[in-house]
């Protein structure tokens, strides 16, 4: 079926260090890619995309990797701080429905950071 | 620029009822998907409509439908509500589609009882 996992739910790491959050696709036609932040009590914010002609995305403190031979998505976050904490969510959108607004959603992982 | 506004932010049913949820999108966003979020399920896309047209439904069954209005507002409905209904419900704007960046609104949590 349909379905983008993450490796790990829960992820704890140290204020200022990196955090590195994975995500595995299933579906092959996807070509495009989201990662989402959400905190406690507010809907999901986007954080970065990328698109599958590209490997990898730099924004501010974050990057993505996209590897399509393993179909694996990953999240890195520079420097982490506090407010970095929240539940990240990866999500694909299948060519077929570029158009059609379905995005495919991760389970999430919750990152906690450590003062 | 104001968000995307969802109301009501919390409500209560018993089952069997029906409820109808309402989503305001960002100003000149014509793209306007529903998702839900449970724990179990996660985040599950519902729908999504473009300029009043429906053009593509995930995988829930005819108790859940929507419609969008000429200003781009869209309300879903939920009949014959069941505990499983229970959730958080999204709705999340753009201006063209999901390859925009999509603007989510807080939700709203649907309680069945």
């Known amino acids: 079926g349909e379905s983008v996992g993450l490796h790990l739910p829960t992820l704890s790491v140290q204020e200022g260090d990196n955090s590195i959050i994975n995500c595995a696709y299933s579906n092959s036609a996807s070509d495009y890619f989201i990662w989402y932040k959400q905190e406690s009590g507010k809907g999901p914010q986007f954080i970065i995309d990328i698109r599958s002609n590209m490997d990898k995305r730099q924004g501010q403190r974050v990057t993505v990797l996209l590897n399509k031979t393993v179909k694996h998505l990953s999240l890195q976050i520079a420097a982490t701080q506090p407010g970095d904490s929240a539940v990240y969510f990866c999500a694909e959108n299948p060519e077929a429905y570029n158009q059609g607004g379905k995005l495919i959603f991760g389970q999430g992982t919750e990152l906690s950071v450590k003062p | 620029k104001a968000g995307v506004t969802q109301t009501p932010r919390y409500l209560i049913k018993t089952r069997g009822q029906q409820v109808t949820l309402s989503c305001s999108p960002i100003?000149?966003?014509?793209?306007v998907s529903w998702y839900q979020q449970t724990p179990g399920q996660g985040l599950q896309f519902l729908f999504e409509?473009?300029?009043?047209?429906?053009?593509n439904k995930g995988n829930f069954p005819g108790r859940f439908s929507g419609r969008q209005f000429s200003n781009s507002r869209s309300e879903m409905n939920v009949s014959t509500l069941e505990l499983g209904d229970s959730a958080l419900y999204l709705c999340?704007?753009?201006?063209?589609?999901?390859?925009?960046?999509?603007?989510f609104g807080p939700g709203t949590r649907l309680t069945v009882t």
């Open positions: 999340a704007s753009s201006p063209y589609g999901p390859r925009d960046e999509q603007y």
């Open positions: 100003s000149g966003h014509r793209s």
């Open positions: 409509y473009f300029s009043e047209t429906q053009r």
